[in-house]
């Protein structure tokens, strides 16, 4: 198995009693002591997680939702769905208005939030499988929210392009802007005191405070005075949802994905499910990229028309049939780009069914419990709202349903029917927490952050490991390449080179060239020195440590 005999020479040293990576290494930090002081890679995920919430809060934070996925060291598989849930009010024509689409209402304001998931998922994950408690999690990120940190450059570009936004809402300017409406710059301060005294709330009185108690009755008066739709009653109906994870085999691993309502363990099945029949290690750059990318728009044309909240609509487990892969698979043309101009049908579509800015962090630790943790409050900021008085960035995540069928999102994306607003519904995701094991042994936690590029970036990383035998930090620094169908544009990193980029040209993709997309973190074991490596993507700042 390449993965766990890649060579490690220069690539930094694993850990042997545990690791974590992350965007930030605050948060990062956060976790290691975690595992220090007696906790697992459970508990190292969560603090891990909280932390973000205090210095990466324009990504994730406990007043938007995550997906948690764990392997407990006795094997046993548990998926939390922490994603949020449309106020019980919302309804399928919330941001139609007069016949026509009020693109702004899903992205900033009281319409845009659902009810925040990710305290009760954290909650609900240390109660199955943490040794700390949450409040041993909370003080200490509520002590750096109380003494602040200084903003490093991706926080201060974040603020600079928000300010006229955080503007509209007095406590966000408060917190996250000057005196004088400037937003702050690298290296000052950001003190949190409100963030703070909410984490120790939560830390004194639980989770019930946050959803039945003095957090609720502040949102939902928030919302009242200021058009809102969510209510002390939808707080206190949130439930973090236990779902089966997706099991999926590529190349002789077990690939363990997060099913609906994220679209991302499907895709990233269904991705890799068609890419086991090409020689991957064999193929030239520019064929392999080719190839992958036609995958790419067959799994995005079925994501925009099949993929939603599957407590809502049938979301047929067909999609990831290995009969209907290699029917997809049968359409890609290995010598020029091929139109896809609809989604497909699986098979029993209606009858066998499943019962979706942004932050991967992955643990693991010696025991063998693994985590992998994506969570957000969708673009950066979420809806620009900060609760007075709580410090909780509120999220944007109800941009995630398709407002019409048809009309893109804030990534551009399509949905369907089966993705309309409902209330009680959970949006539609790409959130694709990963944990792949080989031999019923965990070998690789992984995901990313960036919308729809998630599941790209996941699966891309994926079989850097698998096929290419690449290290981890390899893995996460080559070049990527993300087609989610439509539009019908195959986004690629310049860092592969102009030639490559031409002759993929030719092949009849068109490009959109970047510098650089994604931020994927990973954990691996690597059975040749018996340690856990952790990696953060270089494109960005990180945190990749352990002991
Ligand atoms: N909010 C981005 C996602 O969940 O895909």
């Not at 739709?229 to 690939?255: N, S, V, W």
């Not at 609509?313 to 049968?330: E, H």
């Not at 098979?347 to 019962?355: A, L, M, Q, S």
Request: charged fraction near 20%; proline fraction near 7%.
């Amino acid at each position: 198995m390449l993965a766990v005999q890649a060579s490690l020479a220069g690539e930094g040293e694993g850990f042997r009693h545990g690791a974590v990576a992350s965007v930030n290494p605050l948060a990062t930090a956060a976790g290691v002591n975690a595992l220090k002081r007696g906790g697992n890679a459970v508990d190292a995920a969560i603090a891990t997680a909280l932390t973000l919430g205090v210095v990466d809060g324009h990504n994730s934070g406990i007043g938007g939702g995550c997906f948690i996925l764990m392997r407990a060291a006795d094997g046993t598989l548990t998926c939390i769905d922490g994603r949020e849930t449309a106020p019980a009010k919302a309804h399928r024509d919330l941001f139609v208005i007069q016949g026509k689409l009020d693109e702004e209402a899903s992205k900033t304001g009281p319409l845009a939030s659902g009810v925040p998931g990710a305290l009760a998922a954290y909650d609900l994950a240390l109660a199955k499988h943490g040794k700390l408690k949450l409040a041993d999690l909370l003080l200490p990120a509520a002590e750096l929210a109380d003494k602040g940190f200084a903003i490093d450059e991706a926080y201060e570009h974040r603020l600079e392009g928000l300010a006229d936004k955080l503007k509209l809402f007095p406590a966000s300017a408060a917190i996250l802007l000057k005196p004088d409406g400037s937003p702050l710059k690298k290296g000052d301060l950001l003190v949190q005191k409100d963030l703070a005294a909410t984490y120790r709330a939560v830390a004194e009185h639980g989770i019930g405070w946050f959803y039945h108690g003095e957090f609720a009755q502040k949102a939902a008066a928030w919302m009242a005075a200021n058009g809102g739709i969510m209510t002390a009653e939808d707080f206190a109906g949130y439930q973090p949802k236990l779902r089966e994870p997706l099991h999926t085999r590529y190349r002789g691993c077990d690939i363990i994905g997060m099913p609906p309502p994220s679209s991302g363990g499907v895709h990233v099945a269904q991705i890799l499910g068609m890419m086991e029949a090409f020689p991957i290690k064999e193929l030239p750059t520019v064929k392999r990229i080719h190839m992958i990318t036609e995958a790419m728009k067959l799994a995005f044309a079925d994501r925009a028309f099949w993929l939603g909240d599957p407590d809502f609509a049938p979301v047929p487990r067909g999609l990831i049939d290995p009969g209907y892969l290699a029917d997809l698979r049968a359409r890609i043309d290995p010598e020029k780009a091929t139109p896809v101009p609809a989604h497909g049908t699986p098979p029993k579509p209606n009858d066998d069914v499943f019962g979706k800015h942004t932050t991967h962090l992955s643990t693991a630790d010696a025991e063998g419990n693994w985590v992998a943790l994506t969570q957000t409050v969708n673009t950066a900021f979420g809806s620009k709202v900060i609760i007075p008085g709580t410090g909780v960035v509120m999220n944007n995540e109800m941009d995630d349903f398709s407002a019409q069928p048809g009309a893109p999102n804030a990534f551009k994306l399509v949905g369907a029917e089966a993705n309309a607003v409902a209330g009680g519904k959970r949006p539609l995701s790409s959130m694709s927490p990963t944990i792949v094991l080989k031999d019923g042994k965990p070998i690789l936690s992984v995901g990313a952050a960036g919308g729809p590029t998630i599941i790209s970036q996941t699966l891309l990383a994926i079989s850097n490991i698998i096929d290419l035998g690449m290290s981890p930090k390899e893995a996460l620094t080559a070049p990527r390449f993300h087609h989610q169908w439509a539009p019908d544009l195959l986004k690629i990193e310049s860092a592969f080179g102009e030639e490559t980029l031409k002759q993929i040209e030719s092949l009849g993709h068109t490009l959109d060239r970047s510098k650089g997309f994604g931020a994927c973190q990973c954990v691996m074991f690597d059975d040749g020195t018996g340690t856990l490596v952790p990696a953060h993507d270089p494109r960005n700042a990180g945190g990749a440590d352990g002991f």
